[in-house]
């Protein structure tokens, strides 16, 4: 979220990086509320300080015994006047609050200026593609020749867009779990946590799903540990969402809090399933496992002083690069231009995995510094030293990898001419010694 007197002095900017990012934000709309709501605040200021002066005067009059009938009459006309423009101040605050929630972040000045991915900037290519002497097959074909991917049992227990494995293939995405995990804490220096994967609306607010991407989200329409005896939700009851990734409760594990100066940059490394609606994208990527509604992921969250966060970001693009680069996959890194950043982010890196049978990349990475946007949703900061005041700090995260995007690039890139897949080598020893998938 963006600060009101940060959007008020600098509205060239945020203006130029609404118009950059294609947003529909309506800025103007939002210059009118904010100038009507500090002119009544105004208001309401003066009319308090009117009434705390009558009220002064009345206790002088009082004490000099004088009929004092006249300015108790104007106390309450003063104290109803107040009232009614302290409640016009609390709705136009309100609404001010709700557009306050909607406008996304400022693009960092490197960003590449574009209306969507075709802007995109090429960063680096890492590896090259393999030539095959056998047509490629795509990762469903592979995976269900050899019984370790069931797509149709999935559809039958749940429905389009989950996917089942069996034998070797479970096995390859714990073991791709785990590997990610021992490379990210035992490399790089994060902490492994473990999150709960349901969360609170205020969780999903403070990181930028809630409210304007509610319809991407998994509601639990009941938690029964809430409802009354009647079979109803009381009224103010938290509202619960299954986590589209651990980015937000990761993020949120210092919500509300300040966070030793000496602790940062703070790296947490968690393992979760995740869930998307996927609303939206209706024909998009229909077969496979690219776009389901149930994943895993390995997510990398830091923290970071404001002033090295983007040192952090290319530790962390890194980091992920790690893994791709340990598993032999060739990728390439991109920068997102300003029409295709998310929300909440000022910058994004996306790690994109060759796919033979699509012969392309694809993302299998996004790695974003959202800079203080997060961090002053959910009130979390620092303090540079124990007499300074406590600061927003910058908040960061990338996916280290998608296990299930990571287990398909495997398949695809490693699969042999008589249908068996190889096990890249750093996954043998998770594999339990097997080399091959046949």
Known sequence: MLDRTFIRENLD??????????SDFDLDKFLRLE??????????????????RLNERIAQLAKQGVDISSERAQMKERGDLLTQKELELKQWENELEELLKIIPNIPHPSVPVGKDETANQ???????????????????????ALGILDLERA???????FAHYWGLGARLERALINFMLDVHTRE???????????????TLFGTGQLPKFEADLFKLQEFRAEVSATGQTPSGARKYYLI??????????????????EKLPLKLAAYTPCFRSEAGSYGKDVRGLIRQH????????????????????????????????????????VALSTGDLGFAAAKTYDLEVWLPSQQRYREISSCSNFEDFQARRANIRYRSDAKSKPRLLHTLNGSGLAVGRTWLAILENYQQADGSVKIPDALVSYMAGETEIR
């Open 155 to 161: 559809a039958k227990i749940t429905g389009a867009r």
């Open 35 to 52: 100038e009507l709501a500090r002119n009544l605040r105004k208001e309401v200021e003066e009319h308090r300080a009117a009434r705390n």
């Open 13 to 22: 900017r945020v203006r130029k990086a609404l118009t950059d990012r294609g």
């Open 244 to 261: 589209p990734t651990a980015e937000v409760p990761v993020t949120n594990l210092f919500r509300d809090e300040v966070v030793e100066n």
């Open 188 to 202: 790089h220096g994060y902490r492994e946590v473990l999150p709960p994967f349901i969360v609170n609306d205020q």
């Open 122 to 144: 090429l960063i680096r290519k890492v590896g090259e593609p393999r030539h095959f002497d056998f047509a490629p097959k795509d990762h469903v074909e592979i995976g269900t």
């Open 294 to 333: 149930q994943f895993n992921k390995v997510e990398l969250v830091c923290f970071s002083l404001p002033e090295q966060s983007y040192d952090e970001l290319e530790k962390l693009t890194g980091a992920a690069e790690t893994i791709l680069k340990k598993l032999g996959l060739p990728y390439q890194v």
